[in-house]
């Protein structure tokens, strides 16, 4: 592609060489990288960006080939037709040339509804094969995912109900392993879409789609609603992490675990603010009074990469401002702002930090 | 023929100038006041109270922050409040409105007076033999929200503010289909 820019360099303007040149830079950039779906880790994203590839390569030979005729139609010197005279063009059509032509376009014809069945039956076999169900329910992880305006709430099913496990805006899974959705949604229609992994499965309130998944490469990955759910449907967004079994394993019984217990005055100073202030109302820390189901699970925040559904780095500062003012970082969200003495908000700091 | 159109084309403006008034219904704050509810002082229900006089401003900070367009005129509040009924549990035990565990609010009786003020009043403070205090646990919009929203459940706000359907099965009418009570205090 930059022989051909650096060829059209010569002739044209550098400026809008530059402007080419740049433009596929940044095209080409998006191909790799933690959310994008021609960068797979996993069978069915595999199959997916061997069918975008497929129809990338067919539609851009079918577009050369269209321009080419279109040039060749526009430039070529028309011949003169055997029975012309002065007075004027004869229009009749000359029977060789009639056929000539009709040959042409029945080969045209015919040459494009095989093309477009060669990309339907292809598509038809991908969404066919990533679809059909190709685990077993025992090894299966199921999951359940909850869409709210505007973040996820993240259930590990498990037979015994004091083994699952509850987050927020963070997946972890084991590499290797099938992994079964369960989405539905709280309120409005959102879509699961983590483009390293699979296509994307609309949640809708009232009703569950089930989707899964298996990841074959380790790595962190970052999954987005799909579906125009709101005003901050663009911040809405989780982290999924793929991870060996061991370290998968490690993570899901951390996860088990209570919020521990304040370790400091100061820790202790912050869960009693977290108790006696709107937080409870909404949050739930594992271990304590707070089970609100409204917002996100707190018990594990400490773990957190990232605050408000991947809106911003979760840092201690990033965390005041959120605790304080959330409007400001999120305009729109239900989680109000909150009027802490700075004492007491250093304090919730502290306790909220050390929730891991 | 002509002066057909040009009335037509008068009147159309005319309603599009009016729609404008309409803006206001559903407009929403997103830079609400950060006040956790911890400051407001019990909404009197009447100037009689044992022990010494009250100075003339107590209780006037909770009805100074109440106004009526921005909560009981407005859809959005409206239907703030109706999310929160349900999220913070208070159909728990005053169903959707018809009561249970606690009294009815979509009839025509009040015990604890049924002004925003006093409502505010009685969910910040809590009310003898059950209503908890959300002293503290609550911002102070979210509060008027709720209290607008109760008032709602007895036909007491704007038909065309108050909310026309709920997000789930409702064995009642909309609230906004609620024909008004007469307030009766007991």
Known sequence: MSIIATKLCAHRSSIFCCLLLAACCSLLSGCAGVQSAVDPAGPQAGSISGLWWLMLYTLSAVFVIVICFVLVAAFRRRRPLSGESADGPDTRPEAEQERRMSRTVIAGVALTILILFVLLVSSYLTGRKIYSAGYSAQGALMIEVTGHQWWWDVRYNDPSPSRMVTTANEIHIPVGRAVVFRLTSADVIHSFWIPNLHGKMDLIPGHYTNIWIKADRAGTYRGQCAEFCGYQHAHMAFTVVVEPEEQYRAWYESQLRSAPQPSTPQQARGQEVFLSSPCIMCHRVQGTDAGGRAGPDLTHIGTRPTLGAGTVENTRGNLAGWVIDPQKIKPGIRMPPNNLEPQDLQALLDYLQSLK | ?186
């Open chain 2, 1 to 186: 023929m002509k002066g057909l159109r040009r009335i037509t084309t008068a009147l159309i403006f005319v309603a599009l100038g009016l729609s404008l008034f309409a803006c206001d219904r559903e407009a929403r704050k997103f830079r609400v006041e950060p006040s956790a509810s911890k400051r407001s002082p019990a909404q009197p229900m009447s100037d009689l109270q044992p022990g010494p006089k009250l100075p003339p401003n107590e209780g006037k900070d909770a009805r100074s922050q109440y106004s009526k367009d921005e909560y009981e005129e407005n859809a959005y509040a409206l239907a703030e409040g109706k999310r929160l009924f349900n999220l913070y549990n208070c159909s728990g035990c005053h169903s959707q409105g018809g009561g249970g565990m606690g009294p009815p609010l979509m009839d025509d009786k009040w015990l604890y007076g049924g002004s925003p003020e006093q409502i505010y009043t009685t969910i910040l403070a809590g009310r003898p033999n059950g209503m908890p205090s959300f002293r503290g646990k609550l911002p102070d919009f979210q509060v008027w929200q709720l209290a607008a929203y109760v008032r709602s459940l007895s036909g007491q706000v704007p038909k065309d503010a108050a909310p026309s359907r709920a997000d789930h099965l409702q064995g009642k009418k909309p609230e906004n289909r609620k024909e008004p009570e007469q307030m009766k205090q007991q």
